[in-house]
Structure formats: C-alpha cells, structure tokens
C-alpha cells in the first residue's frame, strides 16, 4: 500500500502540473480533503489488506464491509439532511442479503473475532469517510485534490508498515502487475470515479454501489478461474441487483 500510495502521488502530482489544475487553498480545504483521505485510504484499504492478511476469508470480508451502505444511509439523514425512503431502505436491505448468499460459500470456520477488527475499521472508514467527504469536500479538482488526499495516507501507511513489517520487497513479475494494477486502474480510475460519485449523487445512492462488488468478483471469478457458481450464488446476485436499483430510486 506505501509503495502503491507513493506512486499514485507521484502520477497526480505530474498530471495536476501538467494540466494546469488548480491547488486547495486554505487551511480548512486542506484539513477536510486530508481527513476523507485518511478515512477512505488508510483506514478503510489498511483494514482490508490487514484483514485479509490475517487470515480472514474474503467471503467474510465482503460481508462485513458489505454493511456500508446500511451504516451510510444511517448516518445520511441526520449528518447530511439526506432523506431515506421506505423503498430505498428495503433495497439496502435486500442487497445485503444478495451479498450474503454470493459469499456464503467462501466463510470458513476460523476463529473471527480477533480478524474482524480490521474489517470493522475498514467498514468505519469507508462509511465515515462517505459521509465526510460528502459534508465538508465534495467539490475539488481530482488531480491535484488526490495529492492532497493521499499524503496524510501515505505518512499513516508509512508509519504502520515500519512498525509492523520488515520493508522488504520482492519485485517480482506478479508483483509489479498487481501493483500497477491497484495504481492505475483503482487508486487512479476507481477512485476518481468514487469522488465523481460522491460529488454528484446523494451518499445513499453511492454507497449503494458497493453491493454490486462482491457478485462482479464471483462472477468474473466464475469466468476467469473457474470457481463453482452455485445457485445460491446467483440468487444473491440478483438480490444485489435488485437491492441497489430500489435503493437508487428517487424518494418520493
């Protein structure tokens, strides 16, 4: 994750010069685009990657990441004056339930309780960091406000990796594809998209989205590696499906 972060930044910074993007101004803009940062990178992808380190299953991870958009919708209300129709909370519900069903197969029985405290830390900041971002800094320049994003992230995720690992790498070919990958196509794409999303929909209807994660991953699973699809499986998709088009409807 350092080595991903740095490289993001370095990437951001040379494509904010390039283009001419305006910087934030002015300590509060900072301070807000730092917090989002640390909440949505840090805490949120250092909870996962921990987790799973750990020896959580996917499957569980998923699960309970899976509760953004239900802890999202909570807090929508009365921290962004958002209003949560009967309908759209039916949808978050029942795309939790298709989540559910899709990683049903993949939860093992590991001892959970001391691996879920990484996941529930990626569960909070991926849910504060929603609602954050939403309240205080949505609008911002994606090339130069990413810099800003990732810098407290990168001094964070420095810091742990020093207390925790040894900082050696193996650079290998596997390697540096994943890590392009997880640059260029996540850290650069994805989450340029999550900020566009954040900036012009509600949190509600954002958060949402990520019930669509957990199926896309057993589906293009299904057809890459050839892991067993189920019934069940497909059931849940089409619960997170249907969950996540109820809960981006309109109120009415």
Request: aromatic share 8%.
């Amino acid at each position: 994750l350092l080595v991903r972060y740095l490289l993001v930044i370095t990437l951001m910074t040379i494509l904010a010069l390039v283009s001419g993007s305006p910087w934030p101004r002015g300590g509060s803009q900072l301070l807000h685009l730092g917090v989002s940062g640390l909440l949505l990178h840090a805490l949120y992808l250092g909870g996962v990657f921990m987790a799973i380190k750990n020896g959580l299953p996917a499957g569980v991870t998923a699960l309970v990441v899976g509760l953004q958009p239900l802890l999202t919708a909570a807090g929508a209300g009365f921290l962004l004056g958002e209003r949560v129709a009967p309908r759209q909370w039916l949808g978050l519900v029942i795309g939790l339930a298709g989540v559910a069903l899709v990683v049903a197969n993949k939860i093992g029985d590991l001892p959970l309780a001391a691996m879920l405290l990484p996941a529930l830390a990626a569960l909070s900041g991926i849910t504060a960091g929603t609602l954050y971002q939403k309240r205080f800094c949505a609008h911002f320049d994606l090339r130069s406000g990413s810099v800003v994003q990732f810098l407290p992230t990168t001094v964070c995720t420095a810091l742990v990796a020093w207390w925790t690992e040894s900082m050696h790498i193996e650079w290998t070919g596997e390697f540096v594809f994943a890590l392009l990958w997880l640059v260029l196509v996540l850290s650069v794409g994805a989450i340029s998209l999550l900020n566009l999303l954040i900036r012009s929909g509600s949190a509600v209807n954002v958060a949402s989205l990520f019930y669509l994660t957990p199926p896309s991953t057993a589906l293009i699973a299904w057809l890459v590696f050839g892991e067993t699809l189920g019934a069940v499986a497909i059931a849940g998709m089409l619960l997170a499906v249907l969950g996540v088009y109820l809960a981006r409807l309109p109120p009415r």
